[in-house]
T-cell receptor, first 113, second 114 residues
């Protein structure tokens, strides 16, 4: 069964303290792995798509990487405005479930000044 | 502005009273989907549609219906709502299911069934 697990569930960082969030997945053939940011009471906001192992993408203080079994979201020198829940999702490369997107439960990040 | 809109944003109803949550996108996207989000359970897919007149079940379809008569609209229907359907609902769309296009989410509908 396809599964996405995110860790840690919650992370508190001091402003400027870099860290990484983990997303591990088990899926038969990965079509794409997605990272989203979600603020309280709002819809998820797209951050990155990763397609194949070894790929990396960056946006401001965020950098996403992908291996064959997991993805990391690295946050460099975070600021309080980076506080949010970060969601990981995978799309399987399988005909019967091609339209399905599987989400992890998210990592709630809090950055304090 | 490219967006996914949902209505209503907040709804309180009683058990058994049929309701419809509308979803519309203005990006000419082929793919649309409904999710529910519950504390501790994350986002779970209810139904999705790969194109007009094509819909399929996600992880938690029981108690829900959908239809896709037009490309831009994908309403979620609860024929007989029950308290366990109290949740935060999101509609999403993407260009196509064939590639690995990111999904764009609506602002959410908070539903309470008493």
């Amino acid at each position: 069964e396809d599964q996405v697990t995110q860790s840690p569930e919650a992370l508190r960082l001091q402003e400027g303290e870099s860290s990484s969030l983990n997303c591990s997945y088990t899926v038969s053939g990965l079509r794409g792995l997605f990272w989203y940011r979600q603020d309280p009471g709002k819809g998820p906001e797209f951050l990155f798509t990763l397609y194949s192992a070894g790929e990396e993408k960056e946006k401001e203080r965020l950098k996403a990487t992908l291996t064959k079994k997991e993805s990391f979201l690295h946050i460099t020198a975070p600021k309080p405005e980076d506080s949010a829940t970060y969601l990981c999702a995978v799309q399987a490369d399988r005909g019967s479930t091609l339209g399905r997107l599987y989400f992890g439960r998210g990592t709630q990040l809090t950055v304090w000044p | 502005e490219a967006q996914v809109t949902q209505n209503p944003r907040y709804l309180i109803t009683v058990t058994g009273k049929k309701l419809t949550v509308t979803c519309s996108q203005n990006m000419n996207h082929e793919y649309m989907s409904w999710y529910r989000q519950d504390p501790g359970l994350g986002l779970r897919q209810i139904y999705y549609s790969m194109n007009v007149e094509v819909t399929d079940k996600g992880d938690v379809p029981e108690g829900y219906k959908v239809s896709r008569k037009e490309k831009r609209n994908f309403p979620l229907i609860l024929e007989s709502p029950s308290p366990n359907q109290t949740s935060l609902y999101f509609c999403a769309s993407s260009l196509s299911y064939r590639g690995n296009y990111e999904q764009y989410f609506g602002p959410g509908t908070r539903l309470t069934v008493t």
